[in-house]
Antibody, heavy 122, light 110 residues
C-alpha cells in the first residue's frame, strides 16, 4: 500500500531555513509527480509546489516562489522541500501528496502523508 | 492564484442530501475537467473523494458525486450519515500550471 512519511518539521526563527523530507513506499516513486501542500493552524489547504516524475519541471505557488525549492531523489524514493527565508505566515502542517500522473497538465492528489508541523517563531 | 470560493459551512439531517459549491474562473474550474474533492477530519490528512469532476476512487461510497457547470463545480452527498461530518475542499488545476484549493466547507450533520 502507498505510504508517505514526512519528517523534518520543527520550530525555526523568522529568516531561518528548514528542509522537509517525505519518504515514499508502496508505489513506483520515479514514475509519479509529487506535491507539497500546507495547512496553517485552523485554516484551509494551500498548494505549495509540484515536481514532475523526473524532477525536470517544477512549479511553485507565488507565496513561496524564490524561497522554497522542491526536489526529489528517485534513488532514495524521497521528496524534499528546502525552505529558506521563513516567515511567521509559513507556520503550517506540511503534507506531501502523490500525483496520479507523472507530469503537470492536470492531475489530482491521490495519496497524502500524515503531515509535519513547521512553526516559525522567535 | 486566488482560492476557489466555497461556502464556509453547510448542514443537513441524516438521510438528506447536501451540495457544496466551488466557484472559480475560466482559468481553473471552467477551463479544465481537473476538479477534485477532498474530505478531512480534524487532525487528519485529507482523503480524495472525487477526481476529474465526477469520478469516484475505488472504495469511496457512491453517495458522493461531483459535477460541474461553467466555472462552478459541486459535490453532492446523498443519504447523509453522521460519519460524513468533516471539512471538504475542492481543488482545480490552473492555466498557470499550478493547483488551487477552495477555502473549505465544514459539513455538520444535525
Amino acid at each position: 500500500q502507498v505510504q508517505l512519511v514526512e519528517s523534518g518539521g520543527g520550530v525555526v526563527q523568522p529568516g531561518g531555513s528548514l528542509r522537509l523530507s517525505c519518504a515514499a513506499s508502496g508505489f513506483t516513486f520515479r514514475s509519479y509527480g509529487m506535491h507539497w501542500v500546507r495547512q496553517a493552524p485552523g485554516k484551509g489547504l494551500e498548494w505549495v509546489a509540484f515536481t514532475q516524475y523526473d524532477g525536470s519541471n517544477k512549479y511553485y505557488a507565488d507565496s513561496v516562489k524564490g524561497r522554497f525549492t522542491i526536489s526529489r531523489d528517485n534513488s532514495k524514493n524521497t521528496l524534499y522541500l528546502q525552505m529558506n527565508s521563513l516567515r511567521a505566515e509559513d507556520t503550517a502542517v506540511f503534507y506531501c501528496a502523490k500525483s496520479n500522473g507523472h507530469n503537470s497538465g492536470g492531475g489530482y492528489f491521490d495519496y497524502w502523508g500524515q503531515g509535519t508541523l513547521v512553526t516559525v517563531s522567535s | 492564484q486566488s482560492a476557489l470560493t466555497q461556502p464556509a459551512s453547510v448542514s443537513g439531517s441524516p438521510g438528506q442530501s447536501i451540495t457544496i459549491s466551488c466557484t472559480g474562473t475560466s482559468s481553473d474550474v471552467g477551463g479544465y475537467n481537473y476538479v477534485s474533492w477532498y474530505q478531512q477530519y480534524p487532525g487528519k490528512a485529507p482523503k480524495l473523494m472525487i477526481y476529474d469532476v465526477s469520478n469516484r476512487p475505488s472504495g469511496v461510497s457512491n453517495r458522493f458525486s461531483g459535477s460541474k457547470s461553467g466555472n462552478t463545480a459541486s459535490l453532492t452527498i446523498s443519504g447523509l450519515q453522521a460519519e460524513d461530518e468533516a471539512d471538504y475542499y475542492c481543488s482545480s488545476y490552473t492555466s498557470s500550471s499550478t493547483w488551487v484549493f477552495g477555502g473549505g466547507t465544514k459539513l455538520t450533520v444535525l
